[in-house]
Structure formats: C-alpha cells, structure tokens
C-alpha cells in the first residue's frame, strides 16, 4: 500500500488543520487506517486510528480536539485537527493495515507545526 499524505504546515495556537491520506496500489478495503505522530526526541504515538465498521480511538491528547473521518470507497482518511496546541507540533504519519493480521504500511509524513 503506498500512502500519501498532504494539509500539514505552519499554524497559530489555537488554529486548526486538515490533513489527508490516500491510499493507493490496493482495490479492496483497507481494515485500518489512522494517524501516528512523532516530535523530535520522543516516540511515535497514536493520534487517531478507524477501523471499518468500528467507532474512531483517539489518543488521549487530542480527544475532544481532532476528528477522523474516512472515505472507504476512496480509502482515504482526513484528520481535522482543532484548538491546535505548541505540543501538537510533529511529524504526522498516516499508516494502514490492509487485515487485522497485516504489518502496517507508512506514508512519509507531514509536519506540523503550531507556533507563533
């Protein structure tokens, strides 16, 4: 699965982004796709993640802030990311799982950055 993502980039405290993630080279349905993120010096952390037919996990950080939101038909996920905070900035990795049992597959990543 090749994963690209787009919507990341330089934002006022308190502002909001939209990133996004299409999946490409696969033609069924994606079992999971989500949102991990990583800043400099820490490890990556889940951000959010949907699962067909399931209800959205949030990581604790950003519930009540970031929404998830999936096109199956497109296999395409977006993150709408609100009330952004300094310690949201990161590199943000939109990854897949094509069954519950497959490794997961990685885009490049997007920065964002939330600084005045």
């Known amino acids: 699965v090749q994963l690209v993502e787009s919507g990341g980039g330089l934002v006022e405290p308190g502002g909001s982004l939209r990133l996004s993630c299409a999946a490409s080279?696969?033609?069924?349905?994606?079992?999971?796709m989500g949102w991990f993120r990583q800043a400099p010096g820490t490890q990556r952390e889940l951000v959010a993640q949907?699962?067909?037919?399931?209800?959205?996990n949030y990581g604790n950080s950003v519930k009540g802030r970031f929404i998830i939101s999936r096109d199956n038909a497109k296999n395409t996920i977006f993150l709408q990311m609100n009330k952004l905070k300094p310690e949201d900035t990161a590199v943000y990795y939109c990854?897949?799982?094509?069954?519950?049992?497959?490794?997961?597959?990685w885009g490049q990543g997007t920065q964002v950055t939330v600084s005045s």
């Open positions: 990854s897949a799982r094509l069954s519950a049992v497959s490794l997961r597959d």
């Open positions: 080279g696969v033609s069924s349905m994606i079992h999971e």
């Open positions: 949907v699962i067909v037919g399931g209800s959205p």
